[in-house]
Nanobody
Framework: QAQLAESGGGLVQAGGSLRLSCAAS????????MGWFRQAAGKEREFVAA????????LYTQSVKGRFAISRDTAKNTVYLQMNSLKPEDTAVYYC??????????????????WGQGTQVSVSS
């Protein structure tokens, strides 16, 4: 059974860094678009970043551009989200997702068909 498992969340002070990992298992995700989303308490799920199978043209939401970087290690079947210069407004549960049907990174969460359970990121001021 295909699964995604996030790790690396935690509590950090504003200005700090965290690196989230998303380990895929049960099938090879190397050709899938991979994305990161987040959901803050009381808010809707929000797109953060996405990457294609060949890591070309990563896509970011405007609020994280220049601070976050998405990458993938195909050999390890793992996707990463490096988060720098964290702000309190980045506090949320972060989810990893995979789209098995498309090859271009995108922000439409309805088109991602595999999801992890999420990892909490909390940024204190």
């Amino acid at each position: 059974q295909a699964q995604l498992a996030e790790s690396g969340g935690g509590l950090v002070q504003a200005g700090g860094s965290l690196r989230l990992s998303c380990a895929a298992s049960g099938r090879t995700f190397s050709s899938y678009v991979m994305g990161w989303f987040r959901q803050a308490a009381g808010k809707e799920r929000e797109f953060v970043a996405a990457i294609s199978w060949n890591s070309a043209n990563p896509l970011y939401t405007q609020s994280v551009k220049g601070r976050f970087a998405i990458s993938r290690d195909t050999a390890k079947n793992t996707v990463y989200l490096q988060m720098n210069s964290l702000k309190p407004e980045d506090t949320a549960v972060y989810y990893c997702a995979a789209d098995s049907a498309r090859r271009v990174p995108h922000s439409n969460y309805r088109q991602y068909d595999f999801w992890g359970q999420g990892t909490q990121v909390s940024v204190s001021s």
